[in-house]
């Protein structure tokens, strides 16, 4: 089983609102990472935050990470119509040598 | 630089036939990863592959699906007598080194349709 969860499951917002996106997961890890699909093929890594952090910004993008309740999330501020996509989590930790990935938000923004 | 590709991009096949899926990673990266995702869902963790280390198996989901790594670059994956439940979408990831999890970066896919 996918040990990130995301919430919701789909998301639809109006352009120049901000979308909020929650990873949970449930073993220690080394750092949490979020990809973005577009279209059900390749993903697009957005940013790391390892597990001593707690907050990073990049560009529009904010993750938050709250190890000591498994829990992340990514705001995307000022969204576009092109930030449409399928957002992920993921997780890397010591006991596996892959990333787990939940299975997704489909954000849906609308111009 | 190119990023990583797959081929083929798409490919339909009878069920009980035999199918290769290929993987050319990014130049210099020592990982590579085979994800699988179906319709609407998230990835699965298939089979990794680091340098010259034995590779992780633990993602395989049948003995017939298996998976090799030549010269430390390009990447086949192999599914032997194809059933319908193998329709998804394949994904290839290459990252610069396991350590610290680099990010990856993946191609952009094969998408097996098995009638």
């Known amino acids: 089983s996918q040990q990130g969860e995301e919430d919701p499951q789909a998301l639809s917002i109006q352009e120049g609102e901000n979308a909020t996106m929650n990873c949970s997961y449930k073993?220690?890890?080394?750092?949490l990472q979020w990809y973005r699909q577009n279209s059900g093929r390749g993903l697009v890594h957005l940013i790391l935050?390892?597990?001593?952090?707690r907050e990073k910004h990049s560009g529009r993008l904010r993750v938050t990470l709250d190890t000591s309740k498994k829990s992340s999330s990514l705001l995307i501020t000022a969204s576009r119509a092109a930030d449409t996509a399928s957002y992920f989590c993921?997780?890397?930790?010591?006991?596996?040598?892959?990333?787990?990935f939940g299975s997704g938000t489909r954000l849906q923004v609308q111009p | 630089g190119a990023g990583v590709s797959q081929s083929p991009s798409n490919k339909v096949t009878e069920k009980g036939k035999d199918v290769e899926l290929r993987c050319d990673p990014i130049?210099?990266?020592?990982?590579l990863y085979w994800y699988r995702q179906s319709l609407g869902q998230g990835l699965e963790f298939l089979i990794y592959?680091?340098?010259?280390?034995?590779?992780?198996k633990s993602g395989l989901p049948s003995d017939r699906f298996s998976a090799e790594r030549t010269g430390g670059s390009v990447s086949t994956l192999t599914i032997q007598r194809t059933q319908q439940e193998d329709s998804a979408v394949y994904l290839c990831?290459?990252?610069?080194?396991?350590?610290?999890?680099?990010?990856?970066?993946f191609g952009p896919g094969t998408r097996l349709t098995v009638t």
């Open positions: 990831a290459s990252s610069l080194d396991r350590r610290l999890f680099y990010e990856q970066y």
């Open positions: 073993t220690s890890i080394n750092n």
């Open positions: 935050i390892r597990s001593n952090e």
């Open positions: 993921a997780t890397g930790d010591t006991g596996r040598r892959a990333l787990t």
């Open positions: 130049s210099g990266h020592t990982a």
């Open positions: 592959f680091q340098g010259n280390s034995a590779p992780d």
